[in-house]
């Protein structure tokens, strides 16, 4: 994004939070056309792509600091979906998932084939190759999964148009069947919580006899991917569990740190 689109950015959505806000008030809804109204309102161009306003708010940069002052403590405002071409602001405790810089990292050794090596990028679509062909998705669950999807979208009632980067479905040794929604972030974007929610609404609208297993995963560094899953408990979305996985030539894993995985707990 230029600095002048940001800018633009910032003084609709600005615009939007402010038109409605009071300080009783733990959401906020406006709609799709409303960003059309502020832009005239304001006197600024209309940006070309109306959803990349809301997209850059929600996963690549944090909402202006004339809206986040306004949170009460603990909390922070987040934009969800609430129907076709509906959003709101809302007051949330647990807004973005973040890598845990202390934790342990694993390494794997790199079984991306050379020739998807050479076109790979640090993007999303590059991120989900890696995680595919290093089966990221068993290791990190203990099931044994199939891609299913990418890209699937789909509806959901009371969200509207929701899309998850790609969908798996696993299967254990029990014989227990699992749909597995990842989401991937390269780059600078941010996980949400968001995302997270609208996963266990998907599986739960269109996957209802199978257990849901939300999973996100994030380029760190250096081909250091984190992997997160995620529960539903009384409080909402939470994190489950946490891996870091390095991918290496097979020269770079040695022989003590194998020794090493042996002494882990699970």
Same mark, same amino acid.
């Given at each position: 994004m230029d600095k002048m689109a940001k800018n633009r950015y910032i003084q609709i959505i600005e615009h939007l939070f402010q038109s409605s806000f009071e300080d009783t008030l733990n959401e906020i809804e406006f709609s799709r056309s409303d960003i059309e109204q502020a832009a005239k309102q304001l006197d600024i161009d209309l940006p070309k792509n109306l959803g990349d306003v809301l997209y850059s708010f929600r996963y690549r940069i944090n909402l202006p600091e004339s809206i986040t002052k306004t949170a009460p403590d603990g909390f922070e405002w987040i934009i969800r979906p609430a129907g076709r071409s509906q959003y709101k602001f809302v007051l949330s405790n647990f807004t973005q998932i973040q890598p845990n810089p202390q934790l342990i990292e694993t390494k794997i050794p790199d079984a991306t084939p050379g020739i998807i090596l050479t076109y790979t990028s640090d993007d999303e679509q590059g991120l989900l190759a890696k995680v595919r062909y290093n089966r990221l998705i068993d290791i990190f669950t203990g099931l044994t999964c199939y891609s299913l999807q990418n890209h699937f979208r789909t509806t959901v009632p009371n969200i509207g148009q929701v899309e998850t980067d790609e969908l798996y479905v696993g299967l254990d040794k029990r014989g227990v069947h699992y749909i597995i929604p990842v989401q991937a972030k390269g780059g600078t974007d941010k996980i949400g919580v968001v995302q997270i929610e609208q996963d266990f609404a998907v599986c739960a609208e269109k996957y209802p006899r199978l257990i849901c297993r939300p999973i996100a995963v994030q380029f760190?560094? *250096? *081909? $250091? !991917?984190? $992997? /997160? &899953? /995620? &529960? !539903? #408990? *009384?409080? #909402?979305v939470g994190i489950a569990g946490e891996k870091h996985y390095r991918l290496v030539l097979p020269n770079e894993l040695s022989n003590d740190e194998l020794e090493r995985y042996k002494m882990r707990d699970d």
């Open positions: 760190m560094r *250096d *081909d $250091l !991917i984190a $992997l /997160f &899953e /995620f &529960e !539903i #408990g *009384d409080n #909402g």
